[in-house]
């Protein structure tokens, strides 16, 4: 093995073979947020949805919020992984498996918001054993998981060959556990010009097959919502707009987990600047287009006056005004602003971009679901107004937080059998530029 290789492999597989300190800190604070989520939703099971925030009148919360965010997280990793791939982006391969796992991780999670936001869970298996051809309920069950499938048969591709390179490595410094996982999750892989062929046409029928999925899945749970004649959300432009919104959300996850990554496992060497510009770039091309799009949705619904869209918008511009503003305006022009000038464009700025880019598509979720609810095409008369309005209770933001924690600490198992950066893939960097 050349010594390029050697350090390559040193470099790339630090929490594989020894576990700092800090990552053991890390991981037991994400896994009390889960321990509180847990209690959390067993007081809910036992209790029911009178401890959420959930009324007659809003009967979607934070859950749904939080499963249309992760879903779309989830079509996002798909879609610029799988870009990415086609088009052989060669900056790609650094950043490439951050996305796909965003896409396999998100896809476990977010069904389970919807889970919580069952009142009878144990007529749950109900949607199975008899599904309704005519429910668009049923048609996004059918897309979810065979979204997931592909997703992980695309990721499982994609970590093959560095299930191979790590069995074979003499110097790697593992559990005899390790050892055998890899030996079996390689699949025999052995490295010849044929396996490598098989490999590369594998993946690039899979990449293909999971950005077309990932647009019609989040065009059905878009559907769902259009379909529907509640005001703000009976709007031809639900499917586009859902599918540029997830790709919005996905970049700035990618930025931030680079960040991260880069930072806690010193790999500066291989995810650089030039890595953060180019993904900040595109993040501020999909601002563009997903403020167009914002923009155009909530002028059709101002400029029609219909009386219930008209509602809908004085509630948005009265009670959650500075959440409208947010999503709406800071979060679409200040990630745009501060990556469009070359200037600003540091990796300090571009991961602030990020996170303002990434807590606005959250807000925009939640404005777009819960003031909805709160405007019902019937007058209500003589409620108590808590029952009108939505407030999440701490159960909710219990089992939200819980939920990213999950996430996180799914990346941080992750990051301990496998390298977070493709081995194979910067071998096939080096090899080319080499041949160059």
Request: net charge neutral; glycine share 6%; proline share 4%.
């Amino acid at each position: 093995m050349m010594e390029a290789d050697k350090k390559l492999i040193a470099d790339l597989t630090p929490e594989i073979e020894n576990t700092s300190i800090k990552w053991y800190i890390t991981f037991f604070v994400f896994l009390a947020f889960f321990v509180v989520g847990i209690y959390g939703l067993i007081q809910q099971i036992d209790k029911g949805h009178i401890v959420t925030g959930m009324r007659d009148n809003v009967v979607w919360g934070f859950y749904i919020v939080n499963f249309i965010f992760f879903m779309g997280l989830s079509y996002s990793g798909a879609l610029i992984s799988g870009v990415l791939h086609l088009f052989h982006t060669g900056w790609r391969k650094p950043i490439i498996r951050m996305a796909e796992l965003i896409t396999v991780i998100s896809l476990v999670i977010g069904p389970f918001f919807i889970f919580f936001c069952i009142g009878r869970l144990d007529r749950l298996h109900y949607l199975f054993m008899y599904p309704r051809i005519q429910s668009p309920i049923t048609w996004d069950v059918i897309a979810i998981c065979t979204d997931l499938v592909g997703c992980f048969i695309y990721l499982y591709l994609s970590f093959i060959e560095d299930f191979a390179i790590l069995r074979d490595y003499p110097d790697l410094n593992v559990a005899p556990w390790k050892k055998k996982l890899y030996k079996i999750l390689s699949l025999g892989f052995t490295g010849t010009e044929h396996q490598h062929r098989l490999l590369r046409n594998a993946r690039t029928v899979m990449a293909a097959m999971i950005i077309a999925i990932a647009i019609i899945v989040y065009s059905v749970l878009a559907w769902i919502f259009g379909v529907t004649l509640q005001p703000g959300w009976h709007s031809t432009i639900f499917g586009p707009y859902f599918v540029i919104a997830a790709v919005f959300s996905g970049t700035g996850l990618l930025i931030i987990l680079m960040w991260i990554f880069r930072k806690v496992y010193h790999l500066e060497e291989y995810i650089t600047k030039r890595h953060f510009v180019n993904v900040g770039v595109l993040l501020t091309v999909i601002a563009a287009f997903y403020g167009y799009f914002t923009f155009s949705d909530y002028l059709t619904k101002w400029y029609g006056s219909i009386k219930m869209d008209s509602i809908l918008i004085d509630k948005l511009f009265t009670d959650y005004y500075s959440l409208f503003i947010f999503a709406n305006y800071i979060g679409i022009l200040l990630p745009g602003i501060i990556i469009a000038f070359p200037r600003f464009r540091t990796i300090p700025s571009i991961t602030i971009a990020a996170v303002i880019a990434l807590l606005a598509l959250w807000v925009n979720r939640y404005i777009i679901v819960i003031p909805t609810l709160e405007t019902p095409f019937l007058p209500i008369q003589d409620v108590r107004t808590d029952w009108i309005t939505y407030a999440p209770t701490w159960i909710e933001w219990a089992l939200t937080f819980a939920g990213v924690s999950v996430f996180a600490m799914l990346f941080m198992l992750v990051s301990k059998i496998a390298p977070i950066i493709s081995i194979s893939e910067m071998q096939e960097k080096d090899k080319i530029e080499i041949m160059k």
